[in-house]
């Protein structure tokens, strides 16, 4: 009798999930910063330097965006490479998750913080004692190789270069076409055909802005992926994940003058989008990595939701009376 | 997994009205009926509150356009044949104020011509290109070039609306329009005020018209009546009756001898036609422009010595074929004048040729009536601002600068008159200083006519006219501001209103409805007493009516607020979800994006950018979705929506202002406005697929059953095969390839019975099936199953309702098929593809408000659907080939199903046309509540509450565009872009607002009740 079609007839249950319970469980954690001290201080200098040499290679990308935004490749993957080498901690030296923790959306905000909260305090408090304090908040099977890097906050240097390398490498195959498509049907140009290069090098800064940190910290992990895709990594205090919502949105408002009249030679795509995602990257960053706001939180996307019973309150009034008598006989 | 549901037969049967009154003993039968006559009463005050909303908006919108649209007053005063303008008795016999040249004149009006269409191509370009409106209608210019003495071609440059009705004033009355003209383009109306055809009818001239019968209703009684032949005007598919008519008729009066008439004036439309149906660059223009060479040619060879002969455009057209607005296209039309006798000069020695472009020496259409008079010896009309063209007056040879100069004089005193008269009837406002530059130009001209240097008087003279018509041009956007700030106050109080009593108050706002609109009624009645009695005692700041109607809209909507805030506030926190911040977002920037014409101009993209953003948002709100089906079923939603949003962006019709850098795809080619063969590949593809895919939505919840199979599967597809057969026809008629086989009438009377047949399919059939139909459901009975526990019961027969998940949405479904199919109908193949994707995204919407849990109901009254509806329905407005423009109103569409203009069809047509997008996106607004909405215990209760709620937010979106796109256009009212940009748009935004308002009272409301009753009768009230 159970075909696949007939569930569907099932009649609704009276009492729908609420909005949360609706929802899947994001796994992830939020990336902490090194605790060393050249950590926290470099993050900060990373942040300048990204957007100082932005500034600097402006009249560049504006004369000829093709090129210019080739060349700035090198730096900015070498600077997201260090970035990443020096502040964060790379895939599998840190818990990034919780495997299958049941941790909803209403609870997430707050264990993930927990965790973190520990790790920082434990960072500050005594410099490279952090990773036993680390070990002990970890659930035993999350810390692989975590004990035998022991050592500096991240592991030896270069336990940390290859995984740049390789999230380098990543980065530069894996996310751009999707972002490329992303950036074409929010109306990036198709015509003239000889733009849609120009298209993919943007997509291809907004993947080493916003994803080669999450390559590193999280590799690839799916359920970490799927949280990206669903947008809902927690904010961090490294600025990672603020960095890369920061990055999508500032492109979409820098596309908005574009449009404008005023026949500027920079309002030629796709500079001014270029600009949008460095400096939402950067605020996304000091928000977070800076003045330490919202570290912890994820994106809600739920619908608001009214309490129940405010829809069954009823006035006196007119046919108002008619409506709570029946409703009292039903 | 079977829904065991016990239908008892009471159930079952549900009777409304008196008869079951008596006989109704059981109680649930009284229920029934209770909530019935509930669900009506709630309908109807729904409605009322709705109509009311509309009334305000309706009022907001008058005030503002009372002080917004510009008026021009109308002096009475007539120019006297013996009087000169400056009081002195004419002393001339040989005419009235200036001897004349010409005892007769033939005028010809070629509808549309533009100056280009006269010129060689090779003296514009270097390498001429192709194309079928160049090179056509060699003749004005060659006469021009090589015997200057007797033609002059020049270009000839109308004040806009370039719409016929008000050039034709223009052109005879010497006046510049105002723009609250331009709505009686479908209904002219007689010219009051002195204008060159009263004053040849006083002069006892016989005046012939022929052609355009709009001449007819601005001059009734003026002309011939035997040898005057007049022909429909609006027929636009036609290019040949009302020429033919002129040629066969012109010629025989021609031949005359002696002639009986003084001055014919012929009007020509096929040029403006074929612009029309086809767009410039057609083998049908280049067939008609050819023609009106030969005809001009023949007519020179018949005039005699003592004839004038005028031809010109009374404005061009767009790059389309259409016109009516102020694009350099539209406003550049040619004037070519020809004497058998050598009569006309040269205003400057130097230059031989006629101007190469439109830019270069040119005349406004004002000065046609000036030199008209003159060179027929008649006194210049009243009211004229115009000047006289030189070139007609300078003589043959070397320039006549002392005959101009006197000619000059003329004009000169007639417009100075003029200007005293109109500053005594209403005060101007300027102060002196706006009057020096005309005092020192008219000083210098006197001093340098006394003088004898009549060349520099000339100079003189042409500068102070032109400094004139420029004030006048400042003074007649003349904007009352009271007018305007009370309609900016209506609209915004109303819109606080709508937005305070939709999104912020809580609790059921259907059984809200009585006592609100008692307030609003109250206040209605208490602010129309106070304001009609201000109007009564301070005369001077408000008058009766206004008064009256201010006051009582302002009070009402102040009222209802108040009431409803007062018993509505609830405490909880209104800050939005991140779904409500995001529609917010939309909303305000777009609102605010209108202050510049950018945006404005770039609104079609602006909102594909939004669309997208919306489609990624829910495709990431998918990805967490627990259930799979959920998440597999959104997500695919939404990436289907995001690639249906930019598929549907590849058609475009660009407005002027978007070039360069936009392709227009909508027609075969930019110039052009008829479609390509293979664009015949659309309507048949839409036929073939879109009933596919509605039913595929239908199928997810098994519910393609009862009507909808007939309805959809059938009814539907054979009504857009018929669409598809239509246009197919139409293309074959554009491209002439059944020439041969089928005369031109053949075709158009198969087409406008495939079109009635088209729209009998969506409307009666439409109607009757919505309104008659059972619910979409599927009801089986199987065999009753041997009980499993043994418990002893008998077994029971099993019910399995098929199609139960989506009982409302699948019923009101039926009806979104009827108004595709006819706006499908009026809309080109490449409209049909928008409205397609259109439907498809539409039910894609809903499936991810369901499976994101967006929809409305009791839990929560997200505004993100009703939101996006209204993204959609205006992003599919420019995706039907429109813009905010008003020459991209295709007017074609009003002879699809019609052969001529019929009030009230042929405006209907057009509306449907043009705003068919978003009527249908208003009208599948209810869907957002009723889509799968479950079906229970709580049967219809709290079901007017979400479909108010979404109603009302959808009309938010588009009275906020309105409030904005007003308060920019009255902000920006001495902008440049004003009549090009902003006030189109404002236009069109308040169009749209009123539109939808009444869709949702027609449509949505009206729908919902009968959805409500029809699954009621099966599930319970």
């Given at each position: 009798m159970s075909s696949p079609s007939i569930t569907h007839l099932l009649p609704p249950t009276p009492v729908q999930p609420a909005a949360s319970a609706r929802l899947l469980t994001p796994t992830t954690q939020p990336i902490p910063l090194l605790p060393s001290h050249l950590a926290k201080r470099y993050s900060y200098f990373h942040t300048l330097l990204v957007v100082i040499y932005y500034y600097f290679r402006a009249s560049a990308l504006v004369a000829d965006p093709y090129t210019a935004m080739f060349l700035d490749l090198g730096f900015v993957s070498l600077a997201q490479g260090v970035f990443c080498a020096v502040c964060l901690p790379s895939a599998g030296s840190w818990v990034s998750g919780t495997a299958g923790g049941k941790i909803n959306e209403s609870t997430g905000a707050v264990a993930p913080l927990k965790t973190f909260k520990g790790a920082k305090t434990g960072g500050n408090l005594s410099g490279s004692g952090s990773s036993s304090l680390r070990k002990k908040i970890a659930p035993p099977s999350a810390v692989k190789g975590g004990s035998t890097k022991g050592e500096g906050a991240g592991g030896s240097w270069k336990g940390r270069v290859t995984p740049a390398l390789f999230s380098l490498i990543l980065t530069l195959t894996l996310p751009p076409l999707p972002l490329t498509l992303i950036a074409l049907v929010l109306g990036a140009p198709l015509y003239p055909t000889s733009l849609l290069p120009c298209t993919l090098l943007l997509a291809t800064h907004v993947a080493l802005l916003g994803f080669l940190p999450i390559f590193y910290t999280h590799g690839v992990s799916s359920s970490a992926w799927r949280d990206v895709a669903a947008a809902w990594l927690p904010f961090d205090e490294s600025g990672v994940w603020a960095g890369t919502v920061g990055a999508l949105v500032g492109g979409w408002i820098g596309a908005v003058p574009m449009a404008l009249d005023w026949d500027r030679e920079w309002q030629k795509w796709p500079c001014t989008v270029l600009w949008g995602v460095v400096l939402g990257w950067a605020v996304g960053r000091l928000v977070t990595n800076v003045a330490r706001l919202g570290i912890g939180r994820r994106i809600n996307l739920s619908e608001k939701e009214e309490e129940p019973g405010a829809g069954t309150e009823v006035l006196a009034a007119g046919p108002v009376k008619t409506l709570s008598e029946t409703k009292k006989s039903k | 997994m079977v829904d065991r549901i016990g239908l008892s037969p009471e159930a079952s049967r549900a009777e409304d009205g008196l008869g079951s009154l008596e006989k109704s003993a059981a109680t649930t039968e009284e229920h029934q009926r209770q909530n019935i006559i509930r669900f009506k009463v709630t309908h109807v005050l729904l409605t009322v509150l709705l109509l009311w909303l509309t009334a305000v908006h309706v009022v907001g919108i008058l005030f503002f356009a009372k002080g917004f649209l510009l008026t021009r007053l109308v002096l009475d005063n007539r120019s006297e044949c013996g009087v000169l303008p400056d009081g002195q008795p004419s002393q001339i016999s040989n005419g009235c104020w200036h001897p004349k040249t010409f005892d007769r004149a033939v005028i010809l009006i070629i509808d549309a011509l533009r100056y280009d269409f006269t010129i060689p191509s090779r003296r514009v370009f270097e390498q001429p290109p192709q194309k079928y409106y160049l090179d056509n209608l060699p003749l004005l210019h060659e006469t021009a070039v090589s015997h200057p003495d007797h033609a002059i071609l020049l270009p000839f440059i109308a004040d806009p609306p370039t719409s016929t009705l008000q050039r034709l004033k223009g052109l005879t009355t010497g006046t510049l329009p105002t723009f609250i003209d331009i709505g009686s383009n479908f209904a002219g109306t007689a010219i009051e005020e002195d204008n060159i055809v009263s004053q040849l009818k006083n002069a006892g001239k016989t005046i012939v018209h022929l052609g355009d019968d709009t001449w007819h209703s601005l001059f009734p009684g003026y002309f011939d009546p035997n040898m005057t032949h007049s022909y429909d005007s609006f027929n636009v598919w036609d290019l040949h009756t009302v020429d033919n008519g002129v040629i066969e008729h012109i010629m025989p009066l021609l031949d005359q001898s002696p002639q009986q008439w003084d001055v014919i004036f012929g009007h020509f439309l096929g040029v403006d036609h074929a612009g029309h149906r086809f767009g410039p660059d057609h083998p049908a223009m280049a067939e008609k422009l050819r023609q009106m060479n030969d005809v001009l040619q023949e007519i020179m060879h018949k005039l005699d010595d003592d004839t004038l002969l005028v031809v010109m455009g009374d404005h061009g057209m767009d790059t389309k074929g259409d016109h009516g607005g102020e694009s350099d296209e539209e406003?550049?039309?040619?004037?070519?004048?020809?004497?058998?006798?050598?009569?006309?000069?040269?205003?400057?020695?130097?230059?031989?040729?006629?101007?190469?472009?439109?830019?270069?020496?040119?005349?406004?259409?004002?000065?046609?009536?000036?030199?008209?008079?003159?060179?027929?010896?008649?006194?210049?009309?009243?009211?004229?601002?115009?000047?006289?063209?030189?070139?007609?007056?300078?003589?043959?040879?070397?320039?006549?600068?002392?005959?101009?100069?006197?000619?000059?004089?003329?004009?000169?005193?007639?417009?100075?008159?003029?200007?005293?008269?109109?500053?005594?009837?209403?005060?101007?406002?300027?102060?002196?200083?706006?009057?020096?530059?005309?005092?020192?130009?008219?000083?210098?001209?006197?001093?340098?006519?006394?003088?004898?240097?009549?060349?520099?008087?000339?100079?003189?003279?042409?500068?102070?006219?032109?400094?004139?018509?420029?004030?006048?041009?400042?003074?007649?956007?003349?904007?009352?501001?009271?007018?305007?700030?009370?309609?900016?106050?209506?609209?915004?109080?109303?819109?606080?209103?709508?937005?305070?009593?939709?999104?912020?108050?809580?609790?059921?706002?259907?059984?809200?409805?009585?006592?609100?609109?008692?307030?609003?009624?109250?206040?209605?009645?208490?602010?129309?007493?106070?304001?009609?009695?201000?109007?009564?005692?301070?005369?001077?700041?408000?008058?009766?009516?206004?008064?009256?109607?201010?006051?009582?809209?302002?009070?009402?909507?102040?009222?209802?607020?108040?009431?409803?805030?007062?018993?509505?506030?609830?405490?909880?926190?209104?800050?939005?979800?991140?779904?409500?911040?995001?529609?917010?977002?939309?909303?305000?920037?777009?609102?605010?994006?209108?202050?510049?014409?950018?945006?404005?101009?770039?609104?079609?993209?602006?909102?594909?950018?939004?669309?997208?953003?919306?489609?990624?948002?829910?495709?990431?709100?998918?990805?967490?979705?627990?259930?799979?089906?959920?998440?597999?079923?959104?997500?695919?939603?939404?990436?289907?929506?995001?690639?249906?949003?930019?598929?549907?962006?590849?058609?475009?019709?660009?407005?002027?202002?978007?070039?360069?850098?936009?392709?227009?795809?909508?027609?075969?080619?930019?110039?052009?406005?008829?479609?390509?063969?293979?664009?015949?590949?659309?309507?048949?593809?839409?036929?073939?697929?879109?009933?596919?895919?509605?039913?595929?939505?239908?199928?997810?919840?098994?519910?393609?059953?009862?009507?909808?199979?007939?309805?959809?599967?059938?009814?539907?597809?054979?009504?857009?095969?018929?669409?598809?057969?239509?246009?197919?026809?139409?293309?074959?008629?554009?491209?002439?390839?059944?020439?041969?086989?089928?005369?031109?009438?053949?075709?158009?009377?198969?087409?406008?019975?495939?079109?009635?047949?088209?729209?009998?399919?969506?409307?009666?059939?439409?109607?009757?099936?919505?309104?008659?139909?059972?619910?979409?459901?599927?009801?089986?009975?199987?065999?009753?199953?041997?009980?499993?526990?043994?418990?002893?019961?008998?077994?029971?027969?099993?019910?399995?309702?098929?199609?139960?998940?989506?009982?409302?949405?699948?019923?009101?479904?039926?009806?979104?098929?009827?108004?595709?199919?006819?706006?499908?109908?009026?809309?080109?193949?490449?409209?049909?593809?928008?409205?397609?994707?259109?439907?498809?995204?539409?039910?894609?919407?809903?499936?991810?408000?369901?499976?994101?849990?967006?929809?409305?109901?009791?839990?929560?009254?997200?505004?993100?659907?009703?939101?996006?509806?209204?993204?959609?329905?205006?992003?599919?407005?420019?995706?039907?080939?429109?813009?905010?423009?008003?020459?991209?109103?295709?007017?074609?569409?009003?002879?699809?199903?019609?052969?001529?203009?019929?009030?009230?069809?042929?405006?209907?047509?057009?509306?449907?046309?043009?705003?068919?997008?978003?009527?249908?996106?208003?009208?599948?607004?209810?869907?957002?509540?009723?889509?799968?909405?479950?079906?229970?215990?709580?049967?219809?209760?709290?079901?007017?509450?979400?479909?108010?709620?979404?109603?009302?937010?959808?009309?938010?979106?588009?009275?906020?565009?309105?409030?904005?796109?007003?308060?920019?256009?009255?902000?920006?009212?001495?902008?440049?872009?004003?009549?090009?940009?902003?006030?189109?748009?404002?236009?069109?935004?308040?169009?749209?607002?009123?539109?939808?308002?009444?869709?949702?009272?027609?449509?949505?409301?009206?729908?919902?009740r009968v959805v409500g009753l029809s699954v009621g009768e099966v599930f319970g009230y």
């Open positions: - | 406003v550049e039309a040619a004037l070519w004048m020809y004497s058998k006798q050598p009569r006309f000069g040269k205003a400057e020695t130097a230059v031989l040729l006629p101007p190469a472009t439109a830019k270069e020496r040119p005349v406004g259409q004002i000065d046609l009536v000036s030199t008209l008079s003159i060179l027929l010896g008649l006194p210049i009309p009243f009211n004229n601002l115009g000047k006289p063209i030189a070139e007609a007056f300078t003589g043959p040879g070397s320039p006549d600068w002392k005959t101009l100069a006197r000619v000059d004089r003329l004009a000169q005193s007639q417009i100075a008159r003029y200007q005293e008269h109109y500053s005594r009837s209403r005060d101007l406002g300027l102060d002196d200083n706006a009057y020096r530059d005309q005092r020192t130009y008219l000083a210098l001209s006197v001093e340098s006519a006394a003088d004898g240097r009549w060349e520099d008087a000339h100079h003189a003279y042409v500068n102070w006219h032109n400094e004139v018509i420029s004030m006048y041009r400042r003074l007649w956007a003349n904007f009352n501001v009271e007018d305007m700030i009370c309609g900016i106050t209506i609209s915004g109080l109303a819109l606080g209103f709508v937005f305070f009593f939709s999104r912020l108050s809580m609790g059921d706002k259907a059984s809200a409805a009585p006592g609100l609109l008692r307030s609003a009624g109250l206040g209605t009645v208490v602010g129309a007493a106070i304001g009609s009695a201000l109007g009564f005692l301070t005369p001077s700041s408000f008058s009766f009516l206004p008064g009256l109607v201010f006051g009582g809209t302002i009070c009402g909507v102040i009222a209802a607020t108040v009431w409803s805030f007062r018993h509505r506030l609830t405490t909880q926190s209104y800050l939005p979800s991140l779904w409500g911040w995001m529609a917010l977002v939309f909303c305000l920037t777009q609102s605010a994006g209108f202050a510049s014409n950018s945006y404005t101009i770039h609104e079609d993209t602006i909102l594909l950018f939004f669309l997208t953003t919306f489609g990624i948002l829910s495709l990431i709100s998918s990805l967490r979705q627990a259930s799979t089906a959920d998440r597999v079923l959104g997500t695919y939603q939404s990436v289907l929506f995001i690639l249906l949003t930019r598929l549907a962006s590849f058609s475009r019709l660009c407005r002027e202002e978007q070039m360069p850098g936009c392709r227009s795809t909508f027609y075969a080619s930019s110039n052009s406005s008829t479609s390509a063969p293979w664009q015949l590949l659309i309507p048949y593809s839409v036929a073939l697929l879109l009933p596919e895919i509605i039913k595929a939505f239908y199928q997810g919840t098994a519910s393609y059953a009862g009507s909808a199979g007939f309805w959809i599967g059938f009814s539907f597809r054979i009504g857009l095969l018929l669409v598809a057969a239509y246009w197919t026809i139409d293309v074959a008629d554009n491209g002439g390839w059944l020439m041969e086989r089928l005369s031109p009438t053949t075709l158009k009377t198969i087409n406008i019975t495939l079109a009635r047949s088209a729209l009998a399919i969506a409307v009666p059939v439409g109607i009757g099936t919505f309104v008659w139909a059972k619910p979409c459901i599927n009801i089986s009975i199987s065999e009753p199953r041997p009980a499993a526990d043994n418990s002893g019961k008998p077994p029971r027969p099993q019910l399995t309702i098929y199609g139960y998940a989506n009982v409302y949405g699948s019923r009101y479904l039926l009806m979104i098929p009827m108004l595709v199919l006819s706006v499908a109908l009026l809309l080109p193949p490449v409209g049909q593809f928008s409205i397609a994707i259109c439907t498809w995204q539409i039910l894609c919407l809903l499936e991810i408000l369901d499976t994101n849990g967006l929809t409305i109901s009791s839990r929560g009254s997200s505004s993100v659907g009703p939101i996006i509806l209204a993204l959609l329905g205006s992003y599919h407005f420019f995706k039907t080939g429109h813009q905010a423009t008003l020459a991209s109103i295709q007017w074609n569409s009003a002879f699809v199903p019609l052969r001529t203009i019929q009030y009230p069809w042929s405006p209907l047509l057009v509306v449907l046309n043009t705003f068919g997008a978003q009527i249908i996106c208003a009208a599948a607004v209810p869907l957002t509540v009723i889509w799968k909405r479950p079906t229970g215990k709580a049967g219809l209760r709290g079901l007017w509450n979400d479909v108010l709620n979404a109603c009302l937010a959808h009309a938010l979106y588009y009275a906020t565009i309105q409030l904005a796109t007003t308060m920019w256009a009255g902000h920006l009212r001495r902008h440049l872009m004003l009549y090009r940009v902003f006030m189109p748009r404002y236009l069109m935004a308040c169009a749209v607002l009123l539109i939808v308002d009444m869709v949702l009272v027609v449509a949505a409301l009206a729908g919902v």
